[in-house]
């Protein structure tokens, strides 16, 4: 069952502007909160889009918008 929502949800990608936004995880340096968003790289205004809290929300987000790779940091 797992197998086939994992292959529904890459088909149903999510598009964002990726011109004028970058996708980034803002850290939080006391308690380690993760939030994964996008942040205007004109304005730098973060937008939050989901919690992280395991490695599977990391793999949600990435899938959702269709993001390869390593997603940049931020304290």
């Known amino acids: ?6 292959r529904r949800l890459e ?3 999510i598009e964002y ?3 004028n936004k ?4 803002h850290c939080s340096i006391c308690n380690g909160e993760q939030v994964a968003g996008f942040k ?4 730098g205004k973060f937008e939050e889009i989901m ?6 929300d990391l793999w949600v987000f ?6 390869k790779g390593e997603i940049e ?3």
Do not use: Q, S
């Open 22 to 25: 970058k996708p980034v995880i």
């Open 1 to 6: 069952m797992f197998v086939k929502w994992k």
């Open 11 to 13: 088909h149903n990608t």
């Open 17 to 19: 502007d990726r011109e």
């Open 62 to 67: 990435k899938n959702k918008y269709g993001l």
């Open 51 to 56: 919690l992280i809290r395991n490695d599977n």
């Open 40 to 43: 205007d790289v004109h304005t």
């Open 73 to 75: 940091k931020e304290y």
